[in-house]
């Protein structure tokens, strides 16, 4: 890590948040100690992005494997390793999403899947699609879907984007139940 770990939270809010933590995963994350100890309004944003999540129509299994395609597209250790947690703990077998890389050859993946991750893989690297991507996700997703996935996409890249250039690391959480 580029930071020094923030062991002792300052505010009642981050104390709670650490304890929370500890229960949970039985440390306080890298993200806490590094992040959000030191400027509390981001974990307030974070917990809001999670939240909000609830609202969508698109399938958790759907939303875990975007967050899961796009944390390891942008080779961010720490939030990898936090979805792979998710993905196990909601008991999705998700061997079969570790050949994304070659997505196009894989007859594990169906169209509609593989529209998704061609849109996803574009606009990661451009920041926008084709329209011949953008017409293919449209056969397999409604205007709502398309943007809901758009933005499921956007703030899995908003944490990359905080723990990555950070340096934060693997938390090596391991779902076990």
Not at 136 to 148: D, W
């Amino acid at each position: 890590m580029r930071l020094t770990s923030v062991e002792k939270p300052g505010t009642l809010f981050l104390k709670i948040a650490y304890y929370l933590s500890r229960r949970r995963f039985g440390k306080p994350l890298a993200a806490l100690r590094i992040i959000y100890a030191r400027f509390p309004p981001a974990l307030k944003v974070a917990l809001r992005i999670l939240r909000t999540e609830k609202q969508l129509v698109l399938p958790r299994r759907l939303q875990l494997f975007i967050r899961y395609y796009t944390s390891h597209l942008n080779d961010c250790p720490f939030c990898s390793n936090a979805i792979d947690y998710a993905v196990a703990r909601e008991n999705e077998a998700f061997q079969e999403w570790k050949e994304f890389l070659d997505f196009r050859n894989s007859s594990r993946f169906s169209e509609k899947e593989k529209a998704l991750l061609t849109y996803l893989e574009e606009v990661n690297f451009s920041k926008t699609a084709t329209e011949e991507t953008f017409s293919a996700l449209k056969r397999h997703f409604s205007e709502r879907e398309i943007v809901e996935l758009t933005w499921i996409n956007a703030t899995e890249n908003y944490f990359n984007l905080m723990a990555k250039p950070l340096g934060l690391s693997s938390d090596q959480l391991q779902f076990g139940g």
